[in-house]
């Protein structure tokens, strides 16, 4: 990573922000260490993110939810001889599933399930708010250290 970033620079960074990988949290912390200006890093995040990888994952979406396209990937699954139509049947069946579950939402929130989501959501949820309250109790020890040390300096 270092390497490419060093080496190759913005071209690296939006090579790595264009892809839904892990890499550019990577590319992102080489960066900063090797103090890449913010704009070349801001520039390529934003071409990666916002335009190359929006597009690929769109394209993805809807050759994916395609009738026709799915109807033909299931057939050549099913001209496997001998294990065509055993692996082609739960796939036909997992994708009328998750057709099902995104068009038909639940009323009570949770969905099939549920209950592990639920749960892992609210612990994001408070690993979030523990991140925000440290923050700010840093950011006041910051403060009452410098209000201090102002304070020792005017005595003085």
Not at 25 to 31: E, K, N, P, Q, S
Not at 100 to 127: C, Q, W, Y
Request: glycine share 6%; aromatic share 10%.
């Amino acid at each position: 990573m270092e390497d490419l970033v060093e080496k190759v620079g913005f071209w690296g960074i939006l090579a790595c922000a264009s892809i839904p990988n892990p890499l550019f949290d990577l590319a992102g912390i080489t960066c900063g260490h090797f103090l890449v200006p913010f704009s070349t890093f801001f520039g390529a995040t934003v071409i990666g993110k916002a335009i190359i990888k929006v597009h690929l994952q769109m394209t993805f979406v809807i050759l994916a939810f395609n009738e026709e396209l799915l109807d033909r990937v299931v057939m050549l699954i099913r001209a496997i001889p001998k294990y065509g139509p055993t692996i082609s049947d739960p796939f036909v069946e997992l994708m009328n599933h998750q057709k099902a579950t995104l068009h038909n939402r639940p009323a009570d929130g949770l969905s099939e399930g549920g209950i592990v989501a639920f749960v892992l959501e609210k612990f994001v949820m408070v690993m979030v708010i523990y991140f925000v309250v440290s923050i700010v109790n840093s950011m006041a020890q910051s403060y009452h250290k410098r209000i201090s040390k102002e304070k020792l300096k005017i005595k003085s």
